[in-house]
């Protein structure tokens, strides 16, 4: 989320913004007929700081009672709502899914589902497998991205490790590759990328270019 | 390297005492008998920005010319400056070990090394092992961090592969685990620690909390 609709922000014109932010979603996902809106809700991407406990406390008990009531329209309009753990340098609220569990417990609310990206989780995961099987019947969107956001199955994130723990689970969601290229500005800033990950970003995502093991084994059964 | 003492800067004055604060480093390690000074030694901690082709240039020239000066003195002290790749939310400029490599050839002198963190390498480059090889004779000073930069061993980094590697291009230097804890407030905002990674420093880094196998193959031989 951008700072201006952050839910756990100490401006209340802020929080309300972003409590109005997700309600035009939940609106507009509707009326694709999409039953998934999804991302970092908790928080506004970039929010990094070292902060006292008692003003984790406060932001905390802000962002939980804005998406309990986000999450009364979401369950009304049939729309989940995904809670995405980003890594340490864009959030300091939810690295873990561990983390992403206990918010969603707190909130209460039956839209709310755990969204595992795996560039963020190969930061902050001890791992990536295990974090998908703690997510159980809880995991709601899974984002497959490399190690350097690059074409999965260049790098070293455990491919077959992941696949696995999704059968286990009996996820039978989509499974995306999230990647970006310097060429998209904006995003690229938001998301780091300094260097070309491939020509371009049809050619990251083709299955042609995914090693066979890859191409074999998983994207065929998740899309 | 803090902002002020960005040798990449735009600014003369900052550059000058980017350069100014390395040779009293190169000082301190004679007047200490150590033969190393390493880190991101070409920019500055936090400098991430989509900067055009052209800006991009300078501020590399600049790096390159200020690290040239430096590195006659570093030669004439003995003391091996090592460069450290850093991860794409950290620095824009050398996110890979090739990048460093390149770096080095282009300030060409005998004093630049290459120094490895896993905690940098598992974000950016697609094996780990590879990276360790490409560095090869050039490999000055290695951090052997969990990917988490928790206990190594508990994570997904693999140690194995990164042993072999070491042994492979005959690495005889340290094998630091560097880590840091929410206690040391500085560090923890420059590192992004927003959990405790273990319970103390001095557990993180205890060889009786790595896992036997880690403890028996890893730490022993380089240390």
Redo the contacts between chains.
Sequence with gaps: MAHQRDVSSDDPAIRANGASYMLDCIRLAQAVDSTLVSGPLYSAVGK???VSADQKARERARCVENLREVGKVASDAGVTMGIEPL????T?MI?LVEQAIELIEEIGQPAYKIHIDTFHS???????PDAIRSAGSLLGHFHACE??R?TPG???I?WLGVRDALREIGYEGPVVIESFT?GA?EI??AA????PLAPSRDELAREGALPAPVARLGAREHR
Tied chains: 1, 2.
């Design positions: 990094t700081r070292l890594n340490r340098f864009e300091d690295n190969n930061i902050e995961e001890k791992s990536i190690n350097d690059g260049t790098g070293h455990d310097p500005v690229a800033k780091a990328i300094w260097r």
